[in-house]
């Protein structure tokens, strides 16, 4: 796989593959921000399933600082479940 802008030299190794010889759940996490931005939104989306519920999870908390929510806290919550979720479920789903 070859990024045009050539991030992938700056990207870190996984050591979890590197020592055990298997995924981590966070494998394919840098590449998908990489395709996030080259505008290749649904590789990003196959590379690493939880990208989009991890942003809206952390874009909500950074808007949370400045603008107060009267459900903020139900919101992080949902937001932060659905985003475990979705590691742990695309994480068993590269055993299967």
Do not use: H, W
């Not at 990489?34 to 999870?57: H, N, R």
């Not at 009267?70 to 590691?87: F, R």
Request: glycine share 6%; net charge positive.
């Amino acid at each position: 796989m070859l990024l045009s802008t050539d991030l992938d030299k700056y990207m870190l190794p996984c050591y979890s593959k590197r020592v055990l010889g298997m995924d981590c759940p966070g494998c394919g996490l840098q590449r998908s921000v990489a395709f996030l931005l080259e505008g290749e939104f649904v590789q990003a989306f196959y590379m690493y399933p939880a990208i989009y519920p991890m942003l809206l999870f952390f874009g909500f908390v950074l808007v949370n600082i400045f603008v107060e929510f009267k459900y903020a806290t139900k919101i992080i919550s949902i937001l932060g479940i659905a985003t475990v979720a979705l590691v742990l479920i695309n994480y068993f789903l590269k055993f299967v």
